[in-house]
Antibody
Framework: VQLVESGGGLVQPGGSLRLSCAASGFTFSSYAMSWVRQAPGKGLEWVSGISGSGSSTFHSDSVKGRFTVSRDNSKNTLYLQMNSLRAEDTAVYFC????????????WGQGSLVTVSS | DIVLTQSPGTLSLSPGERASLSCRASLSVTGSYLAWYQQKPGQAPRLLIY???LRAIGIPDRFSGSGSGTDFTLTISRLEPEDFAVYYCQQYGSSPTFGQGTRLEIK
């Protein structure tokens, strides 16, 4: 199992960014996936989740209406579209594979740093 | 959302000693859907325990989880040098939340 995030970087407040997570080594469409973030020096925070088919999506209250999770099972890729970014969204964003359908994760990517600053 | 409170914030122990980390939930965790993770600096979290007491694949048996309802414990029976890290509990019975972490440091 391999998960590789990309797309992070520096963005101004109010800007947008799209993260990608390329998956390999398993049947991607069979597993729910999530994004979990970690602000510098802080703890972990679940951000968004999506079912294996992509038909169900979930977001934390802190990002609802601003972030959108999606997936392309033909490309084995998970996405996180982040709009209206705020300074408090600055974090390392990890993509993670669920154990079956449960929102707990036994495989993680290395993370992608998003910095929101002017 | 369910708030998870971990204690202590920092635990100072020596290799070979036993460690007990606590995680208390503000509401009962449905189905004992409680997990524990280990995280080392610059690394992604590593799943240790899920379903309150089930060890993830490849996790040594010195790690064990217990508890139900609102009170959960991660026990490391005999600390190895590689066990010194930050540990997080996480509930997934409702919208997922994490505890703030316990730092396990070498005494």
């Amino acid at each position: 199992v391999q998960l590789v995030e990309s797309g992070g970087g520096l963005v101004q407040p109010g800007g947008s960014l799209r993260l990608s997570c390329a998956a390999s080594g398993f049947t991607f469409s069979s597993y729910a996936m999530s994004w979990v973030r970690q602000a510098p020096g802080k703890g972990l925070e679940w951000v968004s989740g999506i079912s294996g088919s992509g038909s169900s999506t979930f977001h934390s209250d802190s990002v609802k209406g601003r972030f959108t999770v999606s997936r392309d099972n033909s490309k084995n890729t998970l996405y996180l579209q982040m709009n209206s970014l705020r300074a408090e969204d600055t974090a390392v964003y990890f993509c993670a594979r669920s154990i079956a359908v449960a929102a707990t994760w036994n495989h993680w990517g290395q993370g992608s740093l998003v910095t929101v600053s002017s | 959302d369910i708030v998870l409170t971990q204690s202590p914030g920092t635990l100072s122990l020596s290799p070979g000693e036993r460690a007990s980390l606590s995680c208390r939930a503000s509401l009962s965790v449905t189905g004992s859907y409680l997990a524990w993770y280990q995280q080392k600096p610059g690394q992604a979290p590593r799943l240790l325990i899920y379903g309150a007491f089930l060890r993830a694949i490849g996790i040594p048996d010195r790690f064990s989880g217990s508890g139900s309802g609102t009170d959960f414990t991660l026990t490391i029976s005999r600390l190895e040098p590689e066990d010194f890290a930050v540990y997080y509990c996480q509930q997934y019975g409702s919208s997922p939340t994490f505890g703030q972490g316990t730092r396990l440091e070498i005494k």
